[in-house]
């Protein structure tokens, strides 16, 4: 058996030891979550949070601007910003999904950065905020050791932050590492977007305009609109919609709401607006949806 076989084993027994029930499951160390799907699922829309995710068994794709972003046991996936996609999964042989996804903090990065020696390694052009990267052998050892790490209580509150910043550095120093750099690099294009990515996601139920967000990020409109469609594939306002729209959806499945109050809270002034939008997106009416999104939830 070859080096990069011994991981794949190693990963999918460590995160199968560990992911004992469906869905996505905390882990002893903060930051740092796992997960089990027994189930293949079908391309639909979701909102990727920042993540390094690392896939034991099984395979999924993640959707964005005409591109399409594989993560298997042989590729890891990173995204340093918040970004509207579109994602499917797969089984294989009847085995279930196992990954692990690691929060991506800005301020570790930038503590990496100031002990880092060497160029940057961006190219002079913004990153995408999504890129799917081989595994190599550096990256596989850190995310064995801290998938074993986790098996001990002790051990994860002794040592888990180190074994998370190890992942963390490995990713940065590979082939792709290029949005994380980004992501805590000062006063670049990549932080000044990201920047207004953070206000959308914490006040989405403001109005808020390409020129409001221009000026928020220092730019003029048109250097701006450029910028975020490169790090986002999409314009700000379909970014704003998208973002509002799953807001909603959230809402409706787990706090009750209907499409109307639903909609008033991400900040739609016209409910039948709210409608069409949520229909178009997501392929039926919100009150289907929010009734088949709990049905799922009540079937675990």
Same mark, same amino acid.
């Given at each position: ?76 996936? %990173? ?116 920047? %207004? ?23 003029? %409109? ?79």
């Amino acid at each position: 058996m070859d080096e990069s076989a011994n991981y794949r084993e190693s990963l999918a027994g460590l995160l199968g030891e560990i992911a004992v029930e469906e869905g996505l499951q905390p882990t002893r160390i903060e930051g740092v979550h796992v997960f089990k799907g027994s189930r293949s699922v079908p391309r639909a829309p979701m909102v990727y949070r920042p993540h390094i995710i690392v896939v034991g068994q099984g395979r999924k794709h993640a959707y964005l601007g005409g591109e399409t972003y594989q993560y298997d046991s042989a590729n890891y996936l %990173v995204l340093a910003v918040p970004l509207p996609a579109e994602c499917d999964a797969e089984t294989e042989d009847g085995k279930p999904i196992l990954m692990v996804n690691i929060d991506v903090d800005a301020t570790m990065v930038g503590e990496m950065l100031l002990e880092i020696d060497g160029t940057s390694p961006l190219s002079g052009e913004t990153p995408r905020g999504i890129s799917s990267t081989a595994m190599n052998p550096g990256l596989a050892g850190a995310v064995i050791r801290l998938l074993e790490c986790l098996r001990c209580p002790v051990d994860s509150r002794l040592l888990g932050r180190q074994m998370v910043r190890e992942v963390v550095y490995r990713v940065l120093r590979g082939e792709q590492g290029g949005a994380l750099y980004a992501m805590a690099s000062r006063d670049d294009h990549f932080t000044r977007i990201a920047r %207004v990515l953070r206000h959308i996601h914490s006040d989405y139920a403001k109005p808020l305009g390409t020129e409001e967000m221009a000026k928020m990020a220092g730019m003029s %409109v048109s250097v701006f609109h450029h910028h975020f469609k490169l790090v986002t594939a999409c314009s700000p306002l379909q970014y704003l919609k998208r973002i509002r729209l799953d807001r909603a959806r959230t809402l409706m499945t787990l706090d009750g709401y209907n499409a109307g109050t639903a909609a008033h809270a991400v900040g739609y002034e016209s409910a039948s607006q709210f409608g069409r939008e949520f229909k178009r997106l997501f392929g039926m009416t919100p009150a289907e949806d929010a009734e088949q999104m709990r049905a799922r939830l009540v079937a675990g």
